[in-house]
């Protein structure tokens, strides 16, 4: 009995080996041991298999290679050998190569072209292989390989090219752009001053204008030539000489002998200008001076007269000649008589007038300092703080001789004169005095200093009266009398 039991009990051991061999090679099929002979999946004995085997491989490159290989075969068989080989080679390679070559270009050309391309690839690589071999050996092998690789290389390349190249030049050539005007004369409150150019007036240098007044360009041959008659001026520490340009339908006695007999017209313009007047403002210029074009009409002017009409054309064609030198200034009419009243509300009857002359050079000339006398040979101007001319670089003229102090007009021009100059720029384009006037002479002189006035002495002539010189018709001839000393004497103050 005991025999048998335990011949069964090896052939059941010898059964069971076999079941677990063919279990191992798998592909078989067992009998049942019941009376129905089909065949059926043996469901007890949990060998699942279920080798789910997902192997999903999402390949989003993160590479996690789970290879769980869940095999669950549970056959309790526990041998925790659970081999889960999780093998997540995460290899995530998110490569997010953002790029974003901003590449702003704002034309400073900053070109910032970023270009971060992260390119992170961690490539975990888990692989923890626990091997606990449950046996589960799913084998899921999801292999997600996220390998994302978003490379989302924006490349935003906004280009912005804003091209902030401003290029203000400044030349910002603003166009008060002082830097235009440099070399500029201009009158600030009552003075008078030199742009230097570098935008800031305070640095500008205030100019006292000091000098001589010449004979008209065409006398100057009569009497030697015009280059010898400057360079004798220039000796005289001037900055500035007058040039008066007689009208052909004002000559008079000092005019005898002057080449171009016939005063300047229209018909006369061209060869005055390019024979006579350049020739000696261009030589005065080359010797450091500023040079006064004179309109030297002696007469009365109103709205219907010649002398007006003449002006006007006058200023028309000479204005735009020198509009780009500003060594150049322009006295628009040298002595109105206009006597019909002689207080100082005759300046309100002519300052119309005047205003209508500036106008007129300013249409070809905007930067030339304008010189404007008043009635009565420019001795009213006193009231041109109260109706004065409208443009921003006017200064105001008188003239004084020694005979005014003969009487009250002495007193009343220098009132005059110091009423305007509290306000604007003056200046005595004329003053004189006889040979032996010292007198007089010293109360002009006096006058000058105390106003800060600005002057030409008449006149650098042996004849012209009051002449500065004696001597002969060659100005190689001259010699200074008693007034010539006392204006030399006055001029190296300056």
Not at 163 to 169: F, H, V
Not at 225 to 249: C, F, G, H
Request: charged letters at 25%; proline letters at 3%.
């Amino acid at each position: 009995m005991n025999l048998l039991k335990k011949k069964k009990k090896a052939d059941d051991l010898t059964t069971a080996v076999f079941l677990v061999f063919l279990l191992a090679v798998g592909g078989f099929s067992v009998l049942s041991c019941s009376t129905d002979d089909s065949v059926v999946t043996p469901e007890s004995d949990a060998d699942s298999d279920s080798d789910s085997d997902s192997d999903s491989d999402a390949d989003a490159d993160g590479d996690s290679d789970a290879d769980s290989d869940s095999d669950a075969d549970g056959d309790s068989d526990t041998d925790g050998d659970s081999d889960t080989d999780s093998d997540s080679d995460a290899d995530s390679d998110s490569d997010t190569d953002s790029d974003t070559d901003t590449d702003s270009d704002t034309d400073t050309d900053s070109d910032t072209d970023t270009d971060s391309d992260s390119d992170t690839d961690s490539d975990t690589d888990a692989d923890s292989d626990s091997d606990t071999d449950s046996d589960s050996d799913t084998d899921s092998d999801s292999d997600t390989d996220s390998d994302s690789d978003t490379d989302t290389d924006s490349d935003t390349d906004t280009d912005s090219d804003t091209d902030t190249d401003s290029d203000t030049d400044a030349d910002t050539d603003s166009d008060t752009d002082a830097d235009g005007d440099a070399g500029w004369l201009y009158t600030s409150g009552n003075t008078i001053k030199l742009n230097d150019g570098d935008g800031n007036t305070a640095n500008d240098q205030t100019i006292i204008l000091h000098g001589l007044a010449m004979t008209d360009p065409a006398m100057m041959p009569k009497d030697g030539s015009m280059t010898a008659q400057i360079d004798k001026a220039v000796e005289w520490n001037i900055n500035i000489i007058r040039l008066p340009i007689y009208p052909s339908d004002a000559m008079h006695g000092d005019t005898s002998g002057m080449t171009l007999t016939t005063g300047w017209s229209a018909s006369t313009a061209n060869e005055y200008f390019t024979d006579y007047i350049d020739p000696t403002v261009q030589y005065a210029i080359s010797k450091g001076l500023y040079v006064i074009v004179d309109w030297h009409y002696i007469t009365d002017v109103t709205d219907s007269s010649a002398s007006k009409t003449n002006t006007e054309a006058f200023w028309a064609n000479m204005a735009p000649r020198y509009a780009d030198e500003p060594n150049v200034l322009y006295e628009v009419y040298n002595e109105p008589i206009n006597t019909t009243s002689n207080d100082e509300y005759a300046w309100d009857s002519y300052q119309p007038i005047a205003q209508g002359f500036v106008d007129v050079v300013r249409t070809y000339a905007p930067n030339n300092l304008i010189l404007v006398g008043g009635p009565k040979w420019s001795q009213i101007i006193g009231r041109c703080d109260d109706v004065p001319i409208e443009d921003d670089n006017i200064v105001y003229v008188a003239h004084l001789y020694g005979m005014h102090y003969d009487g009250v007009d002495g007193t009343t021009i220098e009132a005059a004169v110091t009423d305007c100059a509290d306000t604007y720029p003056v200046m005595l384009t004329e003053w004189g005095v006889d040979a032996g006037d010292t007198a007089d002479a010293t109360a002009i002189m006096n006058l000058i200093t105390a106003n800060n006035l600005h002057f030409t002495a008449w006149a650098f002539h042996n004849a012209w009266w009051p002449n500065l010189f004696s001597g002969g018709e060659e100005c190689s001839t001259w010699t200074n009398n008693a007034y010539g000393d006392v204006v030399q004497n006055f001029l190296t103050q300056f």
